[in-house]
Structure formats: structure tokens, C-alpha cells
T-cell receptor, first 117, second 112 residues
Framework: AQTVTQSQPEMSVQEAETVTLSCTYD???????LFWYKQPPSRQMILVIR??????QNATENRFSVNFQKAAKSFSLKISDSQLGDTAMYFC??????????????FGTGTRLTIIP | EAGVVQSPRYKIIEKKQPVAFWCNPISGHNTLYWYLQNLGQGPELLIR????????DSQLPKDRFSAERLKGVDSTLKIQPAELGDSAVYLC??????????FGPGTRLTVL
């Protein structure tokens, strides 16, 4: 079974600064997908960024980028130029490739990020 | 395009009472998921539907939980009877098979 670990329960950073959230995972699979989701107080989970394990290039989405280290099973999220709207819970998640029976997200316990004005 | 719709947003009941949650997925999404999110935890899958067929319900406590997805569109998750430990957020998500999962706002259940 896959496990996802987020070792930072809470983090805070000043507005406009850069912050990195950590995530490690454990799997015996060679191909899989990794995700970062954002959950604001409204509770709606929003996909931030996605990484496919067979791709060596780290994914980027505007101010969000990842550092994917497959051998170390590490998948950190970097938020640059942080904004007040980035305040939320952030969840790291793992999924096997989408075949019949595999489409289940396994989530970590989350990191509560607060952006300080 | 409308997102995943869930109702109610909040529900407070006494233990041993029944409760039901409703989910309307994004139009055209054939896969529907119900997740349970306990306080301070990440969501955990309860059940996944492909169209009207439940293809993964291994984590659904079948003694008190049931779900249905009639006509492969809307879905209802039911708990009968509810226990104190069922207090949590129940999230619904949908996707086109193999694609990104889009989540609804969830239903926060409080069992007294």
C-alpha cells in the first residue's frame, strides 16, 4: 500500500516571500502520479499542480513549482511570491496510473499554510 | 461550467439517526468518488463509481453506510444509524475516467 507523509503540520510566511512544503511517499510502483491540492476554508479541494513520475522535468504552474526526487521519494512544493490567497491547507497526494481500479488518491495529513500580511 | 454540487453543506443530527448526502457531478463525468475527511486528516476514499457501477467500495463500512448512483449521474451516500465517530466532512469528486478529479465543497456532518 502507498503512504504519503507531510511532516510540517503548520507553516507561516510573510507575503511575497517564498515557501517550500515537504512531502515524502512510499511505493513499490515505478510509474505513478503525484499531486498537490489546496483546501481553503471553503473546504473545496483545488488541484495546484501535478507530476507524472516518468517525467524527469519538474512541473511548474505560474508561482507554483515542484522538486520531484524519485529516488528519494520526495515531492516538495515551492510557492514563490506568496499571496494572501495562498492561505489554506495543502495536501500532497499519490495515485497509481489511471487503469481500472487504480483511480484512488492517497492523501497526506496536510500542511496548514498561513501567509502573513 | 458548473462544478460538483453537494448538499447539504452542513448537517447536525443525533446519534442513531439516519442521514443522507447528495452529489451532482460535473456534466459528462462518468467517474464519481465519495471521500471521508476526518478533522486534521487528508481525505480517504469510501467508494468509486464508474457510471452506475461501484467498482471500488472496499473502504465503505457496509454495516451502516450505503451509496447509490442511479442512472450514472447523481449519487447519494447514506449512513444509518449514525455514530459519534461519523462526524467528519464528506467530499464528492468526479472525473472523466483517468482524468483530473474535481471536488465539491463537501458536507460537514456533526453527530451529537
Amino acid at each position: 500500500a502507498q503512504t504519503v507523509t507531510q511532516s510540517q503540520p503548520e507553516m507561516s510566511v510573510q507575503e511575497a516571500e517564498t515557501v517550500t512544503l515537504s512531502c515524502t511517499y512510499d511505493t513499490s510502483e515505478n510509474n505513478y502520479y503525484l499531486f498537490w491540492y489546496k483546501q481553503p476554508p471553503s473546504r473545496q479541494m483545488i488541484l495546484v499542480i501535478r507530476q507524472e513520475a516518468y517525467k524527469q522535468q519538474n512541473a511548474t504552474e505560474n508561482r507554483f513549482s515542484v522538486n520531484f526526487q524519485k529516488a528519494a521519494k520526495s515531492f516538495s512544493l515551492k510557492i514563490s511570491d506568496s499571496q494572501l490567497g495562498d492561505t489554506a491547507m495543502y495536501f500532497c497526494a499519490f495515485m497509481k496510473p489511471p487503469n481500472f481500479g487504480n483511480e484512488k488518491l492517497t492523501f497526506g495529513t496536510g500542511t496548514r499554510l498561513t501567509i502573513i500580511p | 461550467e458548473a462544478g460538483v454540487v453537494q448538499s447539504p453543506r452542513y448537517k447536525i443530527i443525533e446519534k442513531k439517526q439516519p442521514v443522507a448526502f447528495w452529489c451532482n457531478p460535473i456534466s459528462g463525468h462518468n467517474t464519481l468518488y465519495w471521500y471521508l475527511q476526518n478533522l486534521g486528516q487528508g481525505p480517504e476514499l469510501l467508494i468509486r463509481y464508474e457510471n452506475e457501477e461501484a467498482v471500488d467500495d472496499s473502504q465503505l463500512p457496509k454495516d451502516r453506510f450505503s451509496a447509490e448512483r442511479l442512472k450514472g449521474v447523481d449519487s447519494t451516500l447514506k449512513i444509518q444509524p449514525a455514530e459519534l465517530g461519523d462526524s467528519a466532512v464528506y467530499l464528492c469528486a468526479s472525473s472523466i475516467q483517468g482524468g483530473e478529479q474535481f471536488f465539491g465543497p463537501g458536507t460537514r456532518l456533526t453527530v451529537l
